[in-house]
T-cell receptor
Framework: AQSVTQLGSHVSVSEGALVLLRCNYS??????LFWYVQYPNQGLQLLLK??????LVKGINGFEAEFKKSETSFHLTKPSAHMSDAAEYFC???????????FGAGTRLFVKA | NAGVMQNPRHLVRRRGQEARLRCSPM?????VYWYRQLPEEGLKFMVY????????ESGMPKERFSAEFPKEGPSILRIQQVVRGDSAAYFC???????????????FGPGTRLLVL
């Protein structure tokens, strides 16, 4: 069965510092992987996704993530945090050939001035 | 191009009443997904529908919950005889349905926040 684990329910960084949000998944087949961001009282917005091809995926707002099959990971990074990055981030996985998307519990990112 | 619309944005019901949540997908999208989000938790898949068909409802509670996506009109998530534990944010997402299932980007609505008193 699929599952998604996001290490750290809360992450705090200083403005300008590196952002690293961790995501590990378990899946019996190669999955499709997604990162979404949710601002307060809003729906989710896609940051980036991995389907096939290059394992380093670039998304919106300067975020990127790398699919590492050997580590079953899809960590999200951004070189320099901005105050506007403060939000909740969700990693998600869908098995190829399937329909159901499984979400992690989320990581809330705080950015300190 | 309007995004995914959900209404109402907030819904208050007393225990035992019915809640009807509506979702209008993006123009041209034929696939709809419903998710539930409890406080401090991620989204939990409930149901996946295409026009007039339920494709996967494995995340739906066995009783009191139903969903439909008619040929015309919005998708409806119906919760009968609500209980306090149904209080949550319910999100709808849509996708085009053109490239096939799992790799498609889902576009989310703003959610309906249900409070059961």
């Amino acid at each position: 069965a699929q599952s998604v684990t996001q290490l750290g329910s809360h992450v705090s960084v200083s403005e300008g510092a590196l952002v690293l949000l961790r995501c590990n998944y378990s899946s019996s087949v190669p999955p499709y992987l997604f990162w979404y961001v949710q601002y307060p009282n809003q729906g989710l917005q896609l940051l980036l996704k991995y389907t096939t091809g290059a394992t380093l995926v670039k998304g919106i707002n300067g975020f990127e993530a790398e699919f590492k099959k050997s580590e079953t990971s899809f960590h999200l990074t951004k070189p320099s945090a901005h105050m506007s990055d403060a939000a909740e981030y969700f990693c998600a996985v869908t098995e190829t050939g399937g329909f159901k998307t499984i979400f992690g519990a989320g990581t809330r990112l705080f950015v300190k001035a | 191009n309007a995004g995914v619309m959900q209404n109402p944005r907030h819904l208050v019901r007393r225990r035992g009443q019915e809640a009807r949540l509506r979702c209008s997908p993006m123009k041209g999208h034929s696939h709809v997904y419903w998710y539930r989000q409890l406080p401090e938790e991620g989204l939990k898949f409930m149901v996946y529908l295409q026009k007039e068909n339920i494709i996967d409802e494995s995340g739906m509670p066995k009783e009191r919950f139903s969903a439909e996506f008619p040929k015309e009109g919005p998708s409806i998530l119906r919760i009968q005889q609500v209980v306090r534990g149904d209080s949550a944010a319910y999100f709808c997402a849509s996708s085009p349905g053109s490239s096939g299932g799992a790799s498609e980007t889902q576009y989310f609505g703003p959610g309906t926040r249900l409070l059961v008193l």
